[in-house]
C-alpha cells in the first residue's frame, strides 16, 4: 500500500505509518520524495517484504502548498530536516526488538 501525502501541514494522514507500526508484522516505511536513495531503498525493500507492506511518502503538492512546482522537492527536504516528517523504515524480518527494527537515521540530530 502507498500513503502519500499532498496536502498542507498539518498532514492529516500523517499517522498513517504510525498506525501500520502498530501491526508489528507489517513492513513500514516513511520517506520523501528529497530523500530519492532512502525512497528508493525503502520501496524495493517493501516490495521484497513476503507480508503486508505499507509506504507513506511526503510529496508536497504545490497547489495546496502554495509552493512553486520547482519548490516541492525542497519544501519536502526542509519538512524532514525540521522534523517535521521523520524518515524511517521498520523492517520485522530483522532480528531484535521492536526497537531496534526501527532506526531513524537519516534524521538530523
Not at 513500514?28 to 525493500?45: I, W, Y
Not at 517484504?49 to 504545490?62: D, E, F, K, N, T
Amino acid at each position: 500500500m502507498l500513503s502519500l501525502t499532498t496536502g498542507p501541514a498539518p498532514w492529516p494522514d500523517a499517522d498513517a505509518a504510525l498506525l501500520a507500526l502498530a501491526q508489528r508484522g507489517a513492513f513500514v516505511a516513511q520517506s520523501s520524495v528529497a530523500h530519492r536513495d532512502h525512497l528508493t531503498d525503502a520501496a524495493l525493500r517493501a516490495s521484497a517484504h513476503a507480508g503486508p507492506a505499507l509506504l507513506h511518502v511526503l510529496a508536497p503538492s504545490p497547489r495546496a502548498w502554495d509552493v512553486a512546482a520547482d519548490a516541492a522537492v525542497r519544501v519536502a527536504a526542509q519538512a524532514v530536516a525540521a522534523r517535521a516528517f521523520l524518515l524511517f523504515v521498520y523492517d520485522p524480518s530483522q532480528p531484535g526488538a521492536f526497537g531496534e527494527k526501527l532506526p531513524l537515521h537519516g534524521n538530523r540530530t
